[in-house]
Structures are given as structure tokens and as C-alpha cells.
């Protein structure tokens, strides 16, 4: 029942933003933004609630990495959203460095999870 909610409300902002390009684009991006930010604060429950879910379950297996992992995905979502938003406002330039910053950001957080496995591997290895 959630989604047709959401759904409904981003069907009303398009007929909202389509109806008024006539008028004012800057109208029509802040009617996209707000209802991209009403989608993120209506959902936001819902997706705590999920990871931490997930993060009970990832206790009781011991998965020392999930944190990482929760990190990568919470990054990869703002990284989309807001890069569909630049897009959205014809900015593929900043949409782009969005990307570019959102993909570093996740290299940057795994480091040490990449570190871990390399010392792994040397204690299997018996590379010193």
C-alpha cells in the first residue's frame, strides 16, 4: 500500500511540473526536488528499519564488513538520487561528478576492507 502512496504522490508532482514549464523552469525543479525529498523522508522509516534488520542478521553470522557494506549502498542512493535530480535540471556536468564523487567515496570507505584481505591472503600465502 506504500508504493501506490508514493506513487500517486510522484504522478500528481509530474502533472504539476509538466503543467507549468510554460510558466517557470524553476518552479518545475522545485516541485521535483521537494517531491524527491517528501519520497526520501516517507521512506526513511522503512529503510531503518530494514538495515537495521539486516544488521541483526549480519550480527549473528559475525560479518565484520557489513557496516562497509551498509555504508556502500547508503552511498550508492544518495549518489543516485541526487544525480538523477542533476540530470533532471539539465546538468549532466555535475550529474557526472556526482558519480565520479559518490564512486570514490565508496573506494575510500572499503580501504580498510580491501587491507583486511590482503592480510588474509599473506597469512595464507605465507607471504610476508
Same mark, same amino acid.
Request: charged fraction near 20%; aromatic fraction near 8%.
Given at each position: 500500500m506504500e508504493i501506490l502512496k508514493i506513487g500517486i504522490l510522484i504522478i500528481v508532482a509530474l502533472m504539476l511540473s509538466n503543467g507549468i514549464p510554460t510558466f517557470s523552469?524553476? @518552479?518545475t525543479t522545485l516541485i521535483t526536488v521537494s517531491?524527491? @525529498?517528501v519520497v526520501l523522508?516517507? @521512506?526513511?522509516?522503512?529503510?531503518?528499519?530494514?538495515?537495521?534488520y539486516v544488521?541483526?542478521?549480519?550480527?549473528? @553470522?559475525?560479518f565484520a564488513g557489513f557496516d562497509v557494506v551498509v555504508?556502500?549502498?547508503g552511498i550508492g542512493f544518495v549518489t543516485q538520487l541526487v544525480s538523477d535530480i542533476a540530470t533532471d535540471c539539465n546538468n549532466k556536468s555535475l550529474a557526472?561528478?556526482?558519480?565520479?564523487?559518490?564512486r570514490i567515496c565508496i573506494i575510500v570507505l572499503a580501504m580498510p576492507l580491501f587491507m583486511e584481505v590482503l592480510k588474509i591472503i599473506e597469512r595464507l600465502t605465507g607471504i610476508v
Open positions: 523552469k524553476e @518552479i517531491c524527491c @525529498i523522508l516517507y @521512506i526513511s522509516d522503512y529503510m531503518i528499519s530494514a538495515v537495521e544488521k541483526n542478521v549480519a550480527e549473528k @553470522i559475525s555504508k556502500a549502498v557526472n561528478q556526482m558519480v565520479f564523487a559518490g
